[in-house]
C-alpha cells in the first residue's frame, strides 16, 4: 500500500508540473501598502458584518456588542455615534451557566444587519446565546431595545457557526442553526407579512450543515413562462448519498421560491419548492476535490440570466492547505435543477436517480403559468403525491459544475475565506472581473480573469498581524474596498497604480485599473479622465509599446564594497516581480552557469554569492530582472577586493592627537577583542570536541543591509537587567561607513508578527531554475534582502566543509536566541462578559 504522505508529495508535484499553483506577480507586504486606512477601537473586536449604502455614503458596521455608522470615504471618521447593544447580565451569566464561555462566547455578536426599508435596518445578534433581533431607525439612529424579536431561525446561537441572512421585499431569509445545541440546521423565511415557512427537519434535507451565503435571483423579470422569484443558499453538509466508508462533506447550492406558502395538507408550513444539488469544484487530472466551501459572491448584470457565482473553497491535504475558486452560471444551476432526481433504495439501501415517472406538475417547482391554467394559484392548491414526492426527494441526481469544468484559480499553502468581484472596462472596451480574495491570514490576493484563465496581479498584505479576513465589501463608486476582521477594519483603493515604475511593470501587471501615461511618464489610474497617451495590454504581454523615444529611464545608484580577500560576499537583488529571472553580469559580460563555482545565486535569499573572493572578482556587478523579454536594471554594486581587511579599517575620530575619547575607542576596540579572542576559543573548543578534533576554519560574510535607526537600535539592545553588556555600535566602522558585529549580536527581526503567505522566504515567490551554478544555494538561507548601501562583516567558525553544519542553521539558531530574549508583547485578553 502506497504511504499517504508519499501520495501527498506526488499531488502537489502535479500541481507545480501542471501550473496549478498560480502565483501573485507581485508581493507587498503591510509597510508597502498605500493609501490604507483603519479602524481600530479599544476593546472591541469582531468587525465581522458590513453593510454599505452607497446612497447615504455610510458603512454599516456590526461588531460584538457595537454598530457603527463610518462614511465610507474615510472609515476613521463616525457619521453617528455607534450604538451599544448589549446582553444584559443575567442573560450573560444564564449563558455562562450553560457551559459557555463568558471570554469568547456570552455576548452579543452583531450577525444581521441589512436595510429593512427606507426608514429602517434590521438587527440580529446572538444575545448570549439567545439571539434576538430589533430594528434601527435611520432619522434619529436609535435602536429598539424594548421591544425585540425571537431570532430562532434568523440569527445563530453560536457566534462561530456559519449562517446567511438576506431581506427582500422586506422579508427575511436566512439559514442558520435552530437550537442551543446546534443540531437542527433550518432555512426559513421570517420577519415580514407573509407567513412563516421552513425546512422539514429531516437529514435528507439538510444534515449537520454549515451555511455560507444567500442571494435573489429575479427569475420573474422577462420571464416566457411566467416564473417566480428564487432564493438561493450555499452550504456545506455531511451527504448521505455515499457509503458509508465515503461519507463526506460536500458542497451544496439550493433554491426555494419566493412566493412559496406551504402545502395545505402535506408540508405545511414548509417549503414546498426546496431542492438542493451538489456543487462540484475539482480538478480531475488529478482527482483533487475542493469540498469545503468558505464564501461565495454573486456578481450581478443587467440581466438575471447573465449571473454568476465566484466561489472560494478549501481542501486539506495531510498539513498543507490548498484553496481554489470555481465560477458557476445560473443557467448551469437551472439545468441541474430542471433535471432528473436522487432517490434510497431501500432495498438495495443505496442511493441512485429516480428512473419512475415524474409526478404532474412537476415537484420543487414555483408556481407558474401553467399550473395557474390548471387552477393552482398557490403552492397551497399541490397536489398530494406532488408534495409527497419533493419531501422525499429533495436531491437531484447532476452535479453543478464549475464554468470550463475546472477551477479558476488554485493555491497550496494558502486559506482562502472570502472574496468579493468588481466587474471593470479595460481601455479596450472588454469587460473584465477582478478577483478579491480575503486569506486566514490577513492577506488580499487580487486577480483578474481573462476567459478560462486566471492572472493574479498581487498579493498584498492587509493587517500587520496575521488576522482571518471574514468580511469583504466592495463600493463601485469610490473604486474602494473594506475588509473586516476580528480585530479591525481595513479600506484601501482596488488598485494602487503608483507602485509601477516603469512602463513595463506598469503594462506587464494587466491590471484593468492601471495604464502607463506616456505624456507624464507614470502609471495611473485607467478611469480617470485624460487627454493623454495611454498604454495597457491586458490579453498579453506586449510590452514593447514602451519602446518609444525620449522615455525616462531610472537607473539605480551603484554601491561600492570594499572586501577583503577570502570574504563571502551576498549581493542582494531585489526583482521586480516573483515571476521575474535575475541575470547577473559582470563589467557587462553576462555571468553564466558553469563560469565558477564560487560564483552562485541563492534563490531563497535573491541574491548572489561569491565565495571566498579573490582579486579576479572585483568590478561592476550589475543585476537585471527580466520577465517576458523585458529586461529592467535592479541594482549595481562596484566590489573592489583588498590584500588584508586591516587596509579598509579607519577610524572616524579626528587624528590630530590622541585624545581622551579616542584612547577610550582603543580600549573598547581592545575589550571587544579580547572578548571575539575568547568566544572563538571557547567555540573552537567545543567544536573540536565535538567532532573530535576536526579543525576549525573561519568564514568571513559580507552582506548588504538596512542599518536600523536609533530607535529601533535601542529595541535591539539588551534590557538593562540582562547579563549581557551592551556594545556601541559606532566604535567599529569600516571605511566605506559598514559595520562590523562580532558574533553573539544581531540586528532585531520585524516584531510584527505577521506570516508570511506562503512556505517561502518571499511569499508566492516560485522557484526557477538559477541562473549560475548553485550546488549549495541552501547555504546561506538564513539571511534576508536589504536595500541599503551599508553592508556587516559576521566572522563564522567553521568545520571543514564535509563535517561543518549549514550556516543557515546557525543563523536560524542565533535568530531564535534572539528572539527568545525580546519581551513578549503586551497582553490583550479579551474581558469576561460576567
Same mark, same amino acid.
Given at each position: 500500500?502506497?504511504?499517504?504522505?508519499?501520495?501527498?508529495?506526488?499531488?502537489?508535484?502535479?500541481?507545480?508540473?501542471?501550473?496549478?499553483?498560480?502565483?501573485?506577480? /507581485?508581493?507587498?507586504?503591510?509597510?508597502?501598502?498605500?493609501?490604507?486606512?483603519?479602524?481600530?477601537?479599544?476593546?472591541?473586536?469582531?468587525?465581522?458584518?458590513?453593510?454599505?449604502?452607497?446612497?447615504?455614503?455610510?458603512?454599516?458596521? @456590526?461588531?460584538?456588542?457595537?454598530?457603527?455608522?463610518?462614511?465610507?470615504?474615510?472609515?476613521?471618521?463616525?457619521?453617528?455615534?455607534?450604538?451599544?447593544?448589549?446582553?444584559?447580565?443575567?442573560? /450573560?451569566?444564564?449563558?455562562?451557566?450553560?457551559?459557555?464561555?463568558?471570554?469568547?462566547?456570552?455576548?452579543?455578536?452583531?450577525?444581521?444587519?441589512?436595510?429593512?426599508?427606507?426608514?429602517?435596518?434590521?438587527?440580529?445578534?446572538?444575545?448570549?446565546?439567545?439571539? *434576538?433581533?430589533?430594528?434601527?431607525?435611520?432619522?434619529?439612529?436609535?435602536?429598539?431595545?424594548?421591544?425585540?424579536?425571537?431570532?430562532?431561525?434568523?440569527?445563530?446561537?453560536?457566534?462561530?457557526?456559519?449562517?446567511?441572512?438576506?431581506?427582500?421585499?422586506?422579508?427575511?431569509?436566512?439559514?442558520?442553526?435552530?437550537?442551543?445545541?446546534?443540531?437542527?440546521?433550518?432555512?426559513?423565511?421570517?420577519?415580514?407579512?407573509?407567513?412563516?415557512?421552513?425546512?422539514?427537519?429531516?437529514?435528507?434535507?439538510?444534515?449537520?450543515?454549515?451555511?455560507?451565503?444567500?442571494?435573489?435571483?429575479?427569475?420573474?423579470?422577462?420571464?416566457?413562462?411566467?416564473?417566480?422569484?428564487?432564493?438561493?443558499?450555499?452550504?456545506?453538509?455531511?451527504?448521505?448519498?455515499?457509503?458509508?466508508?465515503?461519507?463526506?462533506?460536500?458542497?451544496?447550492?439550493?433554491?426555494?421560491?419566493?412566493?412559496?406558502?406551504?402545502?395545505?395538507?402535506?408540508?405545511?408550513?414548509?417549503?414546498?419548492?426546496?431542492?438542493?444539488?451538489?456543487?462540484?469544484?475539482?480538478?480531475?487530472?488529478?482527482?483533487?476535490?475542493?469540498?469545503?466551501?468558505?464564501?461565495?459572491?454573486?456578481?450581478?448584470?443587467?440581466?438575471?440570466?447573465?449571473?454568476?457565482?465566484?466561489?472560494?473553497?478549501?481542501?486539506?491535504?495531510?498539513?498543507?492547505?490548498?484553496?481554489?475558486?470555481?465560477?458557476?452560471?445560473?443557467?448551469?444551476?437551472?439545468?441541474?435543477?430542471?433535471?432528473?432526481?436522487?432517490?434510497?433504495?431501500?432495498?438495495?439501501?443505496?442511493?441512485?436517480?429516480?428512473?419512475?415517472?415524474?409526478?404532474?406538475?412537476?415537484?420543487?417547482?414555483?408556481?407558474?403559468?401553467?399550473?395557474?391554467?390548471?387552477?393552482?394559484?398557490?403552492?397551497?392548491?399541490?397536489?398530494?403525491?406532488?408534495?409527497?414526492?419533493?419531501?422525499?426527494?429533495?436531491?437531484?441526481?447532476?452535479?453543478?459544475?464549475?464554468?470550463?469544468?475546472?477551477?479558476?484559480?488554485?493555491?497550496?499553502?494558502?486559506?482562502?475565506?472570502?472574496?468579493?468581484?468588481?466587474?471593470?472596462?479595460?481601455?479596450?472596451?472588454?469587460?473584465?472581473?477582478?478577483?478579491?480574495?480575503?486569506? #486566514?491570514?490577513?492577506?488580499?490576493?487580487?486577480?483578474?480573469?481573462?476567459?478560462?484563465?486566471?492572472?493574479?496581479?498581487?498579493?498584498?498584505?492587509?493587517?500587520?498581524?496575521?488576522?482571518?479576513?471574514?468580511?469583504?465589501?466592495?463600493?463601485?463608486?469610490?473604486?474602494?474596498?473594506?475588509? #473586516?476582521?476580528?480585530? #479591525?477594519?481595513?479600506?484601501?483603493?482596488?488598485?494602487?497604480?503608483?507602485?509601477?515604475?516603469?512602463?513595463?511593470?506598469?503594462?506587464?501587471?494587466?491590471?484593468?485599473?492601471?495604464?502607463?501615461?506616456?505624456?507624464?511618464?507614470?502609471?495611473?489610474?485607467?478611469?480617470?479622465?485624460?487627454?493623454?497617451? %495611454?498604454?495597457?495590454?491586458?490579453?498579453?504581454?506586449?510590452?514593447?509599446?514602451?519602446?518609444?523615444?525620449?522615455?525616462?529611464?531610472?537607473?539605480?545608484?551603484?554601491?561600492?564594497?570594499?572586501?577583503?580577500? @577570502?570574504?563571502?560576499?551576498?549581493?542582494?537583488?531585489?526583482?521586480?516581480?516573483?515571476?521575474?529571472?535575475?541575470?547577473?553580469?559582470?563589467?557587462?559580460?553576462?555571468?553564466?552557469?558553469?563560469?565558477?563555482?564560487?560564483?552562485?545565486?541563492?534563490?531563497?535569499?535573491?541574491?548572489?554569492?561569491?565565495?571566498?573572493?579573490?582579486?579576479?572578482?572585483? @568590478?561592476?556587478?550589475?543585476?537585471?530582472?527580466?520577465?517576458?523579454?523585458?529586461?529592467?536594471?535592479?541594482?549595481?554594486?562596484?566590489?573592489?577586493?583588498?590584500?588584508?581587511?586591516?587596509?579598509?579599517?579607519?577610524?572616524?575620530?579626528?587624528?590630530?592627537?590622541?585624545?581622551?575619547?579616542?584612547?577610550?575607542?582603543?580600549?573598547?576596540?581592545?575589550?571587544?577583542?579580547?572578548?571575539?579572542?575568547?568566544?572563538?576559543?571557547?567555540?573552537?573548543?567545543?567544536?573540536?570536541?565535538?567532532?573530535?578534533?576536526?579543525?576549525?576554519?573561519?568564514?568571513?560574510?559580507?552582506?548588504?543591509?538596512?542599518?536600523?535607526?536609533?530607535?529601533?537600535?535601542?529595541?535591539?539592545?539588551?534590557?538593562?537587567?540582562?547579563?549581557? *553588556?551592551?556594545?556601541?555600535?559606532?566604535?567599529?566602522?569600516?571605511?566605506?561607513?559598514?559595520?562590523?558585529?562580532?558574533?553573539?549580536?544581531?540586528?532585531?527581526?520585524?516584531?510584527?508578527?505577521?506570516?508570511?503567505?506562503?512556505?517561502?522566504?518571499?511569499? #508566492?515567490?516560485?522557484?526557477?531554475?538559477?541562473?549560475?551554478?548553485?550546488?549549495?544555494?541552501? %547555504?546561506?538561507?538564513?539571511?534576508?534582502?536589504?536595500?541599503?548601501?551599508?553592508?556587516?562583516?559576521?566572522?563564522?567558525?567553521?568545520?571543514?566543509?564535509?563535517?561543518?553544519?549549514?550556516?543557515?542553521?546557525?543563523?536560524?539558531?542565533?535568530?531564535?536566541? %534572539?528572539?527568545?530574549?525580546?519581551?513578549?508583547?503586551?497582553?490583550?485578553?479579551?474581558?469576561?462578559?460576567?
Amino acid at each position: 500500500m502506497i504511504p499517504r504522505w508519499l501520495c501527498i508529495v506526488a499531488l502537489f508535484l502535479s500541481i507545480e508540473v501542471q501550473g496549478w499553483n498560480q502565483v501573485p506577480r /507581485k508581493t507587498v507586504r503591510y509597510s508597502g501598502v498605500s493609501e490604507i486606512r483603519q479602524s481600530w477601537h479599544s476593546g472591541i473586536s469582531h468587525y465581522l458584518t458590513l453593510t454599505l449604502d452607497e446612497k447615504r455614503g455610510a458603512l454599516y458596521v @456590526g461588531a460584538r456588542e457595537l454598530i457603527f455608522t463610518l462614511d465610507m470615504n474615510n472609515i476613521g471618521r463616525e457619521l453617528r455615534p455607534p450604538i451599544l447593544w448589549e446582553a444584559p447580565r443575567d442573560r /450573560k451569566a444564564e449563558c455562562f451557566y450553560k457551559g459557555k464561555s463568558n471570554q469568547t462566547e456570552c455576548f452579543n455578536y452583531i450577525r444581521i444587519l441589512q436595510e429593512y426599508n427606507e426608514t429602517h435596518l434590521l438587527s440580529c445578534g446572538t444575545y448570549a446565546f439567545q439571539p *434576538k433581533c430589533t430594528y434601527i431607525e435611520l432619522s434619529s439612529y436609535t435602536l429598539d431595545s424594548v421591544n425585540l424579536e425571537d431570532g430562532r431561525g434568523k440569527c445563530p446561537y453560536d457566534p462561530s457557526s456559519g449562517h446567511t441572512g438576506l431581506v427582500v421585499d422586506g422579508v427575511l431569509y436566512s439559514a442558520t442553526l435552530f437550537n442551543f445545541l446546534g443540531t437542527e440546521p433550518v432555512i426559513q423565511r421570517s420577519v415580514g407579512q407573509q407567513s412563516s415557512i421552513k425546512t422539514e427537519y429531516l437529514a435528507t434535507w439538510l444534515n449537520e450543515a454549515n451555511f455560507v451565503s444567500s442571494a435573489h435571483i429575479p427569475e420573474s423579470l422577462d420571464n416566457e413562462f411566467g416564473d417566480d422569484d428564487k432564493i438561493y443558499f450555499f452550504f456545506t453538509e455531511r451527504a448521505l448519498e455515499y457509503d458509508c466508508s465515503s461519507e463526506q462533506v460536500v458542497s451544496r447550492v439550493s433554491r426555494v421560491c419566493k412566493g412559496d406558502l406551504g402545502g395545505a395538507r402535506t408540508l405545511q408550513r414548509k417549503w414546498t419548492s426546496f431542492l438542493k444539488a451538489r456543487l462540484v469544484c475539482s480538478i480531475p487530472e488529478i482527482q483533487l476535490n475542493f469540498n469545503l466551501l468558505q464564501s461565495v459572491y454573486t456578481l450581478r448584470t443587467d440581466h438575471w440570466r447573465s449571473t454568476e457565482f465566484y466561489a472560494v473553497f478549501q481542501a486539506r491535504w495531510g498539513d498543507v492547505a490548498v484553496s481554489a475558486v470555481c465560477q458557476y452560471s445560473i443557467q448551469d444551476i437551472q439545468k441541474v435543477f430542471d433535471g432528473p432526481y436522487k432517490e434510497y433504495r431501500e432495498q438495495a439501501q443505496k442511493w441512485g436517480r429516480y428512473s419512475d415517472s415524474v409526478p404532474s406538475p412537476r415537484p420543487g417547482s414555483c408556481i407558474t403559468d401553467f399550473h395557474k391554467r390548471h387552477g393552482m394559484q398557490s403552492s397551497m392548491d399541490l397536489p398530494d403525491n406532488t408534495l409527497n414526492f419533493a419531501k422525499k426527494h429533495p436531491l437531484m441526481d447532476e452535479l453543478v459544475q464549475p464554468v470550463h469544468g475546472r477551477p479558476l484559480l488554485v493555491r497550496k499553502g494558502v486559506n482562502f475565506t472570502t472574496l468579493a468581484v468588481h466587474r471593470t472596462q479595460g481601455l479596450n472596451g472588454e469587460l473584465y472581473d477582478v478577483l478579491f480574495i480575503g486569506t #486566514g491570514n490577513g492577506w488580499l490576493n487580487k486577480a483578474v480573469r481573462y476567459g478560462s484563465t486566471v492572472h493574479m496581479i498581487e498579493e498584498l498584505q492587509m493587517f500587520d498581524k496575521p488576522y482571518p479576513v471574514h468580511s469583504l465589501v466592495l463600493s463601485t463608486q469610490t473604486s474602494v474596498l473594506f475588509a #473586516g476582521s476580528q480585530s #479591525g477594519l481595513v479600506q484601501l483603493a482596488m488598485a494602487d497604480c503608483s507602485k509601477y515604475r516603469s512602463c513595463a511593470d506598469c503594462v506587464l501587471a494587466r491590471d484593468p485599473f492601471c495604464a502607463w501615461n506616456r505624456n507624464i511618464s507614470r502609471c495611473v489610474h485607467s478611469g480617470e479622465p485624460s487627454g493623454y497617451v %495611454l498604454l495597457q495590454d491586458l490579453q498579453g504581454t506586449d510590452h514593447s509599446m514602451c519602446n518609444f523615444q525620449n522615455m525616462k529611464v531610472v537607473k539605480p545608484s551603484s554601491r561600492n564594497l570594499t572586501v577583503a580577500i @577570502g570574504t563571502n560576499v551576498v549581493l542582494p537583488c531585489e526583482l521586480t516581480s516573483n515571476l521575474a529571472q535575475p541575470i547577473w553580469t559582470l563589467n557587462g559580460r553576462e555571468l553564466t552557469q558553469d563560469e565558477n563555482d564560487s560564483v552562485l545565486y541563492d534563490i531563497t535569499l535573491q541574491a548572489l554569492v561569491i565565495l571566498g573572493v579573490g582579486a579576479h572578482h572585483s @568590478g561592476m556587478y550589475c543585476c537585471y530582472s527580466v520577465e517576458q523579454g523585458a529586461r529592467l536594471a535592479s541594482e549595481h554594486y562596484q566590489l573592489s577586493v583588498v590584500a588584508s581587511a586591516s587596509l579598509t579599517l579607519e577610524s572616524r575620530a579626528p587624528m590630530d592627537g590622541l585624545g581622551l575619547v579616542w584612547m577610550m575607542v582603543i580600549g573598547l576596540g581592545a575589550v571587544c577583542l579580547v572578548l571575539f579572542l575568547a568566544v572563538v576559543y571557547l567555540r573552537r573548543k567545543l567544536q573540536d570536541e565535538m567532532d573530535k578534533g576536526s579543525k576549525s576554519l573561519e568564514n568571513t560574510l559580507v552582506y548588504p543591509i538596512q542599518l536600523p535607526s536609533q530607535p529601533k537600535l535601542a529595541k535591539c539592545l539588551p534590557s538593562a537587567d540582562s547579563d549581557e *553588556k551592551l556594545w556601541d555600535p559606532s566604535s567599529f566602522y569600516y571605511s566605506d561607513g559598514s559595520l562590523k558585529i562580532v558574533p553573539g549580536h544581531a540586528l532585531c527581526q520585524n516584531s510584527t508578527g505577521s506570516s508570511s503567505p506562503s512556505g517561502n522566504g518571499i511569499p #508566492g515567490q516560485p522557484l526557477p531554475s538559477p541562473p549560475l551554478h548553485s550546488p549549495n544555494h541552501m %547555504l546561506l538561507s538564513g539571511v534576508r534582502g536589504s536595500n541599503s548601501n551599508g553592508y556587516i562583516r559576521l566572522t563564522l567558525g567553521g568545520v571543514v566543509a564535509e563535517e561543518r553544519p549549514p550556516l543557515g542553521e546557525l543563523n536560524e539558531e542565533l535568530r531564535w536566541k %534572539l528572539k527568545q530574549r525580546q519581551a513578549l508583547p503586551d497582553s490583550n485578553p479579551e474581558e469576561s462578559s460576567v
